[in-house]
Each structure stands twice: as C-alpha cells, then as structure tokens.
C-alpha cells in the first residue's frame, strides 16, 4: 500500500484572466475547485493510475469536506483525521502570461489531534511506501517530518519524501526511497548556479552520497535526470502546450512510485514519472490514464 501524507491540504480555488490590473475590479472568464496539497496530487494521480493508495492528513471545516468528498467520489480512499480548524483555501490566479499563486496558513493543530494522526501509522507493514510532501503547520514544530520518518522506519516500511531546501537534505540519512528537487531548488541547497545539465550531475550524485536512494532533478522545459546507484539517466522534454503546471512534480513523484511498487525497476520508474509530469502540465487538471499513456509512448530514456 501506499500512504501520501498531506499535513496541510488546501482547497484549490483557480481563477483564470486574460489580464489582471492592480486596484481595479477583474472580471474571471473560469473558476474551479479542486483538492490540493502536495500528497492529496501524489492520490490523485496513483488513482488515475490505477494504483490502491490511502490519502492521510488533517481536515477540517466545509473546505475539509469538500477535500474528502472529492477524493471519495473518484474512488480514492482517504484516512484523513478530522480536526476543529478550517481546512484553508489557496488562490490560483492565472492570466494568459502567468500563474500567481495566493496561499493561506494551515490551521492550528491540537496535542489531540496529533495524537489520533499518530495512531494511523499502526496500520503501516514491511512493504508499505509512505509519501512525505509539502509544508508542515506551524503548531507541529520544525522536526514533525522526522518523527514520523522515525515510525515509518520503525515498521519496516519505506517513505518518499518532497520538501524543500536543507529540510529535504536532513532527511537523506535515513534514507528515503525517492527525492524530487528540481533545478532552482538543487541550486538553493547547495548555493550553486547551474548553466548546463552536466553542472547538475556531481550534485545529483551527492543527493545519493549523502542517503537518497533515488533522485530525480526536473528541469522544466530542458527534461529531466535520475541518479540511481552509480547511474545517470536523462529523459529530454516532450513539446506540448502547458495549461497548468501545479502538481507537476507531485505527479512526476507518484508516477514514479506507481512503477516502483510493481517493478523495483528505477528507470521504469523514472519514465512513468516523467510522463506524470509530463501529462499533468499539458492538462488543465489531472491528466486521464489514457493522455498518461499517450505522454509515456514520447518518453525518451537515455543512459549519460
């Protein structure tokens, strides 16, 4: 089984112009709602992919059920733990030249509420990948991802995990499965600027010194590498119009994971992942299996 873990899940409200002014009324041409979240995007696509997975995280409010009931309907299981706040609500505002996003602080979280959030990884056995990503609420503290890094490895089961900067890095030690920085983030970590591929290729290589087990840095429109052992594999881009690019790298994460769990095969893995990412940015919302496919079939894999 996979679990994803989004421990501040949004309502995703998209708002698309042809142009917004600044201090004037701006009249939308199309609104709509979906969940969001970094491990609630990774479901959404195991889903599509036909991959049982179980979505894990804290909800609350009318925006908490909206989540839930939107997961539930297209058949994904969700295990969230139900808090007193409010769900918050992240703003998407994207005009024919760019996409702003507006998001909230997540609610405020209670001993109680950890503590039944805790409980849940009872269930976790040797097998089992759990899926760390995004941001973590204030009231949880600086370290929340270790601890519960701490009871995944407890259990015997592996974890995934897509955060940002030197909290990703503190988290190699213990190994994870699969990390996803893409190239402004890498540059972030390391304090490094990278002019070409090849400058990319020592510090994806440390990634894997330093615990990941697989790495993959996503370069935009310049394709994507993956570190895997002593190996470097790049996938060049595919030519698509982008409609929407939030959850790419969510989706390149799950797809990945959707292979790994049948094959233990990382360059598999590492194509289906593109091809996520790949299907997500060419979609106004998630891809459908099918687009996926069609995505997959233009993947090129090449051994560096």
């Known amino acids: 089984m996979i679990y994803t873990v989004t421990l501040n899940p949004a309502l995703d409200y998209f708002m698309e112009y042809n ?63 139900q808090i007193f706040g409010q769900t918050r609500v992240n703003v998407k505002v994207k005009t024919r030249s760019e996409e702003t996003s507006l998001d909230a602080a997540g609610p405020d979280l209670t001993d109680e509420d950890v503590k039944r959030f805790l409980a849940k990884f009872d269930q976790l056995v040797k097998g089992d990948i759990v899926v760390f990503a ?8 600086e370290n929340f991802y270790d601890q519960l890094i701490r009871e995944v490895k407890s259990r015997g089961a592996e974890f995934a995990i897509d955060i940002d900067g030197q909290k990703l890095l503190k988290t190699l030690p213990m190994k ?24 990319i290729f020592p510090y994806g290589q440390k990634l894997l010194e330093m615990g990941a087990q697989n790495a993959i840095v996503s370069m935009a429109g310049d394709g994507a590498l993956l570190f895997t052992g002593n190996e470097i594999y790049f996938a060049p881009p ?27 095969n990382a360059v598999s893995a590492f194509k289906q ?8 940015v060419f979609s106004e919302d998630m891809p459908s299996a099918r687009f996926i496919q069609k995505c997959f079939e233009q993947i090129q894999v090449e051994m560096i």
């Open 134 to 141: 995004g941001t973590v609420p204030k009231s949880l503290g």
């Open 238 to 264: 595919v030519k698509g119009i982008i409609k929407n690019s939030v959850g790419a790298g969510d989706s390149t994460v799950a797809g990945f994971l959707a292979e790994w769990s049948r094959s233990k």
């Open 19 to 81: 142009n917004v002014e600044n201090g004037a009324v701006n009249r939308t041409k199309l609104t709509r709602m979906t969940p969001g979240g970094k491990g609630i995007m990774e479901s959404r696509m195991l889903s599509n992919l036909d991959v049982e997975n179980t979505a894990l995280g804290f909800v609350g409010g009318f925006t908490g059920k909206f989540i839930r009931e939107s997961l539930e309907q297209h058949g994904i299981e969700t295990d969230f733990t």
């Open 176 to 199: 994870p499965l699969i990390v996803k920085p893409n190239r402004e983030e890498l540059e972030e970590i390391f304090s490094v600027k990278f002019d070409k591929k090849e400058d």
């Open 273 to 280: 992942g593109v091809a996520c990412g790949t299907a997500k």
